[in-house]
C-alpha cells in the first residue's frame, strides 16, 4: 500500500489548512484512518481518527473544536480540516491506515507533509 499526503504548507496563525492522504493498492474502505503530528524533537503524536465508516471520528484535545476529519471512500482519500491553526500546529503530519485504532497500530504510513504556522 502506498499513503500520499498533501495539502501542507505555511499559514498564518488562525488560518486554515487543509491536508489530503490518498492511498493506493488497499481496500480503503475496510480500513480505519489517523492522523498524528511530529514536530522537532517530539515524539510521533494522535492528532486524530476516522472509522471505516465515518460516522466515529475522534480528537486529542489539544485540535478538538480545530481540526475535523473526513473520508471519501469513493476517492480512497481521508482529509484533515485544520481551522485556527496556532504556532503549535506546526509539525509533520502523518497519515495512517490503522490496523488496531485502540491501541494504535499502524498497517502503512504515509510520507508526512509539513505544516507550519507562523504568529
Known amino acids: 500500500v502506498q499513503l500520499q499526503a498533501s495539502g501542507g504548507g505555511l499559514v498564518q496563525a488562525g488560518g486554515s489548512l487543509r491536508l489530503s492522504c490518498t492511498a493506493s493498492g488497499r481496500t480503503f474502505s475496510s480500513y480505519d484512518l489517523a492522523w498524528f503530528r511530529q514536530s522537532p524533537g517530539k515524539e510521533r503524536a494522535f492528532v486524530g481518527a476516522?472509522?471505516?465508516?465515518?460516522?466515529?471520528?475522534y480528537y486529542s484535545s489539544s485540535v478538538k473544536g480545530r481540526f475535523s476529519i473526513s473520508r471519501d471512500n469513493a476517492k480512497n482519500t481521508v482529509y484533515l480540516q485544520m481551522d485556527n491553526l496556532k504556532p503549535e500546529d506546526t509539525a509533520v503530519y502523518y497519515c495512517?491506515?490503522?490496523?488496531?485504532?485502540?491501541?494504535?497500530?499502524?498497517?502503512?504510513w504515509g510520507q508526512g507533509t509539513q505544516v507550519t504556522v507562523s504568529s
Open positions: 495512517a491506515l490503522a490496523a488496531n485504532l485502540v491501541p494504535f497500530r499502524a498497517d502503512a
Open positions: 476516522i472509522r471505516r465508516s465515518g460516522t466515529d471520528t
